[in-house]
């Protein structure tokens, strides 16, 4: 397996009324996350234990909540908060 980042419920459900700069942030900021877990867990699919709980951090002026998967190396992203 290979670490990646997806939306989730989906996309569009997540993304709705986000403008398309914070998008590109917030996809940024993703990918940075994806690399971050990829060195903290270098074998996500045999970790032992609970993962992580969800954390929020500020983009570009809005928010991104996310939570990290490590058995699946997977981080998700389920919650944007755009600039008002």
Known sequence: MTWSWEYLPS???V???CPAGFLTAVEERAAELVR???VLYLDGTSY???GEP???LDVAGG???YYVVPRLELVVVCQLTPPV
């Open 63 to 65: 928010l991104l909540a």
């Open 54 to 56: 969800m954390r929020h």
């Open 48 to 50: 032992q234990g609970s």
């Open 15 to 17: 993304t709705a009324g």
């Open 11 to 13: 996309e569009q459900h």
């Open 36 to 38: 971050a877990a990829e």
